[in-house]
């Protein structure tokens, strides 16, 4: 049942009238516009996130045309790169996130070299600017080192084309900074957001700046591309200091509930009146990939085997099973969807399952499939919608906040592919 309803999201995207109605629907139905719009060359609103799905389905059926498709979506994202104001580096919304939807349909095959040798280039002068301005920082907006938008988020691309001599260099310059960023155990953190760098959505709790815990936007991406570098053989001076000084104050910054270890989305500078080094005292993140105990969990995991760390391993169990045991009413989760939804949530309780061999992940995936599928609205644009504040209904194409990323986690529940895609969201 997941791969064929994966599959009949995918079925409907590839449709380019259907596209079109779900973008329409979207830009009327949301409550954000234009935060909220199709962007035709980011992976998380537009094509290349397409394509990327795409690319899993051919893993899948290799016969069955996905690759056409998937060409097809990055041929459009390409001819959608506007000639002036062109997009930055970023992973979600800029060029690494195209060469991600490229590498992903190459597969190792020869495939987009032309392409890839482009968005290699273009990648250069970017991130050598984000990496000089890091570099000098104390104190920085998190899109200078996140998954979203920063470092972090081009790294995981690098990652995968160290094939390429300047890409293999730049990678290594992306890794020796935020090993320097990340090894620093000053007060405040190098990392930490000062008060006139915090995102409009933050300012009111945070109104003196704050150390981000998010896997999406804080100090858990760069966490965890350098545990994956490192459990992948790359040798960065620094490295697993970066990493041990990172894994280790998400585990002081850890707050106990009724069910087990949790997190806030980020810990207030100065630490509040009330609040204790542990976060006691803050109100914990959604159990999501972008903010909350999965995400940080994942990233602990990857640490604790990067470093053969028993500490950093438990904790990231724990705080798993206490996310499994909290009612689903205490999750936070109102959306299907992978980036803050159920769809993320279940493909990483799926990636503990096979990484521990533990039955309570294993069924606690497949009980949080069943959730997505009677999420499942065959009558709607794509099969499922975003479900913004207020029970606000989108049909959103989107990787990130819409239909495609179900089809992907649904997909890897109901198949034994590899989900190489994961990589894009820091999670293997």
């Given at each position: 049942?997941?791969?064929?309803?994966?599959?009949?999201?995918?079925?409907?995207l590839a449709h380019l009238p259907t596209l079109e109605r779900a973008v329409a629907a979207m830009v009327e139905q949301s409550s954000f516009p234009p935060s909220v719009g199709w962007r035709p060359t980011s992976v998380a609103a537009?094509?290349?996130?397409?394509?990327?799905?795409?690319?899993?389905?051919?893993?899948?059926?290799?016969?069955?045309?996905?690759?056409?498709?998937?060409?097809?979506?990055?041929?459009?994202?390409?001819?959608?790169?506007?000639?002036?104001?062109?997009?930055?580096?970023?992973?979600?919304?800029?060029?690494?996130?195209?060469?991600?939807?490229?590498?992903?349909?190459?597969?190792?095959?020869?495939?987009?070299?032309?392409?890839?040798?482009?968005?290699?280039?273009?990648?250069?002068?970017?991130?050598?600017?984000?990496?000089?301005?890091?570099?000098?920082?104390?104190?920085?907006?998190?899109?200078?080192?996140?998954?979203?938008?920063?470092?972090?988020?081009?790294?995981?691309?690098?990652?995968?084309?160290?094939?390429?001599?300047?890409?293999?260099?730049?990678?290594?310059?992306?890794?020796?900074?935020?090993?320097?960023?990340?090894?620093?155990?000053?007060?405040?953190?190098?990392?930490?957001?000062?008060?006139?760098?915090?995102?409009?959505?933050?300012?009111?709790?945070?109104?003196?700046?704050?150390?981000?815990?998010?896997?999406?936007?804080?100090?858990?991406?760069?966490?965890?591309?350098?545990?994956?570098?490192?459990?992948?053989?790359?040798?960065?001076?620094?490295?697993?200091?970066?990493?041990?000084?990172?894994?280790?104050?998400?585990?002081?910054?850890?707050?106990?509930?009724?069910?087990?270890?949790?997190?806030?989305?980020?810990?207030?500078?100065?630490?509040?009146?009330?609040?204790?080094?542990?976060?006691?005292?803050?109100?914990?993140?959604?159990?999501?990939?972008?903010?909350?105990?999965?995400?940080?969990?994942?990233?602990?995991?990857?640490?604790?085997?990067?470093?053969?760390?028993?500490?950093?391993?438990?904790?990231?169990?724990?705080?798993?099973?206490?996310?499994?045991?909290?009612?689903?009413?205490?999750?936070?989760?109102?959306?299907?969807?992978?980036?803050?939804?159920?769809?993320?949530?279940?493909?990483?309780?799926?990636?503990?399952?096979?990484?521990?061999?533990?039955?309570?992940?294993?069924?606690?995936?497949?009980?949080?499939?069943?959730?997505?599928?009677?999420?499942?609205?065959?009558?709607?644009?794509?099969?499922?919608?975003?479900?913004?504040?207020?029970?606000?209904?989108?049909d959103n194409p989107g990787l990130l906040d819409g239909a495609p990323g179900v089809a992907l986690a649904l997909l890897a529940a109901g198949t034994d592919d590899e989900p190489a895609w994961d990589r894009l969201f820091l999670l293997s």
């Amino acid at each position: 049942m997941a791969v064929e309803v994966a599959g009949t999201i995918a079925s409907r995207l590839a449709h380019l009238p259907t596209l079109e109605r779900a973008v329409a629907a979207m830009v009327e139905q949301s409550s954000f516009p234009p935060s909220v719009g199709w962007r035709p060359t980011s992976v998380a609103a537009g094509l290349p996130g397409m394509a990327v799905v795409f690319a899993a389905f051919d893993v899948h059926e290799p016969e069955a045309g996905w690759d056409r498709l998937g060409h097809r979506a990055l041929s459009q994202a390409v001819a959608a790169m506007p000639e002036r104001a062109e997009p930055g580096a970023s992973l979600f919304a800029g060029w690494a996130g195209v060469g991600f939807a490229a590498t992903s349909l190459a597969r190792g095959r020869g495939r987009y070299t032309r392409l890839l040798h482009t968005v290699d280039t273009k990648l250069q002068a970017r991130t050598r600017n984000a990496i000089r301005r890091l570099d000098a920082a104390h104190g920085c907006g998190v899109s200078e080192f996140d998954v979203i938008s920063g470092l972090a988020g081009v790294g995981a691309y690098l990652l995968r084309r160290r094939e390429s001599a300047e890409s293999a260099d730049l990678l290594g310059e992306v890794l020796r900074c935020l090993s320097e960023l990340l090894a620093d155990e000053g007060e405040p953190r190098r990392w930490h957001t000062p008060a006139d760098l915090v995102g409009h959505a933050m300012t009111g709790a945070y109104p003196d700046g704050n150390h981000n815990c998010g896997l999406a936007h804080g100090v858990t991406g760069p966490l965890a591309l350098l545990a994956i570098a490192l459990r992948e053989g790359l040798k960065v001076e620094r490295a697993e200091q970066a990493v041990d000084v990172a894994a280790e104050w998400l585990a002081d910054h850890a707050m106990a509930d009724g069910w087990g270890p949790n997190w806030p989305n980020a810990v207030p500078l100065p630490p509040r009146p009330g609040s204790r080094p542990d976060g006691t005292g803050l109100a914990h993140g959604r159990a999501t990939w972008c903010y909350g105990a999965p995400g940080i969990a994942r990233a602990l995991w990857l640490a604790g085997t990067a470093l053969d760390a028993d500490r950093y391993r438990h904790l990231a169990v724990e705080a798993m099973l206490a996310v499994l045991a909290r009612p689903a009413a205490q999750r936070g989760i109102t959306s299907p969807t992978f980036c803050h939804g159920t769809a993320g949530l279940a493909h990483i309780t799926r990636r503990f399952a096979v990484d521990t061999g533990r039955s309570e992940f294993a069924a606690g995936a497949e009980e949080l499939v069943r959730e997505l599928l009677a999420a499942y609205e065959p009558d709607s644009v794509l099969g499922y919608r975003n479900v913004e504040p207020g029970d606000v209904r989108v049909d959103n194409p989107g990787l990130l906040d819409g239909a495609p990323g179900v089809a992907l986690a649904l997909l890897a529940a109901g198949t034994d592919d590899e989900p190489a895609w994961d990589r894009l969201f820091l999670l293997s």
